[in-house]
């Protein structure tokens, strides 16, 4: 019985829905030093500059930024270092012929508790262009301005 109930999100990689499209989504468990663990807790960790890659049959995430822990002693981790990801076999082999097929990476989408256990949230993502990053923008600012609209128009129908 875990300790702890729900999610607890520690970062979101809110660039990455803005840089790529994301087509499938998969949760993975984390490989982690106890380090590690007591710095994710603290709410500290970036997924910038993260990516997963598949190697031999696993799934690697690299260059995800996890501080080192404050209290920690000479054990303490190396802040980006190479994590293991835990996925189901079938998971990985979808994966990796996705991206062998050209044109896709795994990119990290959220890092968070679940239950007491650290996940990751990874995407299977193609790169946008410059010209659908600005047709997203376009698309919702007018959504935006729509629904103000709307607001507006309701209030003052009152």
Do not use: C
Request: proline residues 3%; positive net charge; glycine residues 8%.
């Amino acid at each position: 019985m875990p300790r702890e109930r729900g999610q607890k999100v520690v970062a979101t990689n809110r660039r990455a829905r803005h840089d790529y499209l994301i087509e499938d989504t998969y949760e993975a468990g984390l490989v982690l030093t106890g380090t590690e663990v007591k710095s994710l807790r603290e709410g500290r960790a970036s997924l910038v500059d993260g990516y997963a890659f598949i190697d031999g049959g696993e799934a690697w995430l690299d260059a995800v930024y996890i501080p080192e822990y404050l209290d920690g002693t000479w054990n303490n981790h190396a802040p980006r270092r190479k994590r293991k990801l835990l996925l189901h076999k079938q998971q990985i082999v979808k994966i990796a012929n996705k991206i062998k097929d050209g044109g896709y990476t795994l990119i990290p989408l959220q890092l968070y508790f679940s239950d007491g256990r650290a996940k990751v949230e990874i995407g299977v993502a193609k790169g946008k262009r410059e010209y659908d990053k600005r047709q997203a923008l376009r698309e919702r600012q007018d959504r935006r301005e729509a629904e103000r609209a709307m607001s507006n128009r309701n209030h003052l129908g009152e």
